[in-house]
T-cell receptor, first 113, second 111 residues
């Protein structure tokens, strides 16, 4: 079963627009919610993360919004640029042994000129 | 440069053949992970290790074995490859609670 559900599968945004990617989770034991960015031929790289006791975190053009009661979180990319074109994965970390990350299925973002 | 190095980068196997994927990290990280990435399925955890000499199963461990004899190395083995194991394999080490450093991946095709 998919513990972290991510949508949309793909997204096309015009340069300067806002990109929004959504994720939902079931396991209330998750204690960190990071986002990873992956360019073709590369491994994913940490972009930004949030704890469940915080409703919003912003780093530059990237913002995570977190709704604990709805068990949902989203990534907003403001002023989207062609260089943001990549695959984005939401993830959730289990507390306890292993510190394992469970990933969403990914969103392929294309920012057009 | 510090990071996670995976070898080989590409490999084609015939069904039933065996191989070992090597992951090496030079950051002195305790925790290491093997994931597979398939279209539409994201990254799924195969096995992980919380330190030298330890390994544990992840979400999709069947058909794979691992070893962590040295802290810096984490090996993923396929004893008898199957077409269902065609995938891109990523190794990662943990530097923060939620922060992993990933290698650049091994693209494996089983024919």
């Amino acid at each position: 079963q998919q513990q972290v559900k991510q949508s949309p599968q793909s997204l096309i945004v015009q340069k300067g627009g806002i990109s929004i990617i959504n994720c939902a989770y079931e396991n209330t034991a998750f204690d960190y919610f990071p986002w990873y960015q992956q360019f073709p031929g590369k491994g994913p790289a940490l972009l930004i993360a949030i704890r469940p006791d915080v409703s919003e975190k912003k780093e530059g053009r990237f913002t995570i919004s977190f709704n604990k009661s709805a068990k949902q979180f989203s990534l907003h990319i403001m002023d989207s640029q062609p260089g943001d074109s990549a695959t984005y994965f939401c993830a959730a970390k289990e507390g306890g042994g292993g510190n394992k990350l469970t990933f969403g299925t990914g969103t392929q973002l294309k920012v057009e000129l | 440069n510090a990071g996670v190095t995976q070898t080989p980068k590409f490999r084609v196997l015939k069904t039933g053949q065996s191989m070992t994927l090597l992951c090496a990290q030079d950051m002195n990280h305790e925790y290491m992970y093997w994931y597979r990435q398939d279209p539409g399925m994201g990254l799924r955890l195969i096995h992980y290790s919380v330190g030298e000499g330890t390994t544990a199963k992840g979400e999709v461990p069947d058909g794979y074995n691992v070893s962590r004899l040295k802290k810096q190395n984490f090996l993923l083995g396929l004893e008898s490859a199957a077409p269902s194991q065609t995938s891109v394999y990523f190794c990662a080490s943990r530097w923060l609670n939620y922060g992993y450093t990933f290698g650049s991946g091994t693209r494996l095709t089983v024919v």
